[in-house]
């Protein structure tokens, strides 16, 4: 049982570039999520997907795009690099309840991204 | 809105010492609260929550926090500092209300450092 797993650990691009962060997780959980982290801000959602099939902006959606491709995975896409996209990229999971609200959210290991 | 606020983004106990960690939240409804901490380097990693049954939360590695309404808060505390515990902590809250499904918003977290 790996839990949230996140592909690649660590990656530099040039301004403009693209690239895809990818995310699994095998804990049959129904919502998933991409987080940014950036020293002295916290973690700050950037999208989620609450269930397979859908997904929604979070706080910081802008210059990144999201694809759940089935239960298990959810991909963060960043089309043209910024060196502001320069941050630490967390993906996470939880089960969902019709009530919502106490589940654990189970964070990978993230992403250490360095935009030049 | 929700919000959560961490006072002091840095914090150094003596090991053996009280580790005191202070957070405040926002709700207009009664939240979910969750304390994560993060070792360098790595993901987040679940302490302790609160779901509206007891109001103080016991955790793993020793950490516990009391769920108090009067004050908005739910500060995290440990009897005894290890220098295990150096690392960083968020407090988060999640409301469950639906179409956010129950998200997290976290502050902007704590440095605990632990001096032998």
């Known amino acids: 049982n790996a839990g949230v797993t996140q592909t690649p650990k660590f990656q530099v691009l040039k301004t403009g570039q693209s690239m895809t962060l990818q995310c699994a997780q095998d804990?049959?959980?129904?919502?998933m999520y991409w987080y940014r982290q950036d020293p002295g801000m916290g973690l700050r959602l950037i999208y989620y997907?609450?269930?397979?099939?859908?997904?929604d902006k979070g706080e910081v959606p802008n210059g990144y795009n999201v694809s759940r491709l089935n239960k298990r995975e959810f991909s963060l896409r960043l089309e043209s690099a910024a060196p502001s996209q320069t941050s630490v990229y967390f993906c996470?999971?939880?089960?969902?309840?019709?009530?919502?609200?106490?589940?654990?959210?189970?964070f990978g290991p993230g992403t250490r991204l360095l935009v030049l | 809105a929700q919000s959560v606020t961490q006072l002091g983004s840095h914090v150094s106990v003596s090991e053996g010492a009280l580790v005191l960690l202070r957070c405040n939240y926002s709700?207009?409804?009664?939240?979910?609260l969750f304390w994560y901490v993060q070792y360098p380097n790595q993901g987040l990693q679940l302490l302790l929550k609160?779901?509206?049954?007891?109001?103080l939360v016991k955790g793993i590695n020793g950490f516990e926090a009391e769920f108090k309404k009067s004050e908005t808060s739910f500060h995290l505390t440990k009897p005894s500092a290890h220098m295990s515990d150096a690392a960083e902590y968020f407090c988060?809250?999640?409301?469950?209300?639906?179409?956010?499904?129950?998200?997290?918003?976290f502050g902007k977290g704590t440095k605990l450092s632990v001096k032998p």
């Open positions: 996470a999971s939880k089960t969902s309840r019709a009530s919502g609200g106490g589940e654990t959210q189970y």
């Open positions: 804990m049959n959980h129904n919502s």
């Open positions: 997907s609450a269930s397979e099939g859908t997904t």
């Open positions: 709700s207009s409804v009664p939240p979910y």
């Open positions: 609160y779901t509206s049954a007891a109001t």
């Open positions: 988060a809250v999640s409301v469950p209300i639906g179409g956010s499904q129950g998200n997290l918003i």
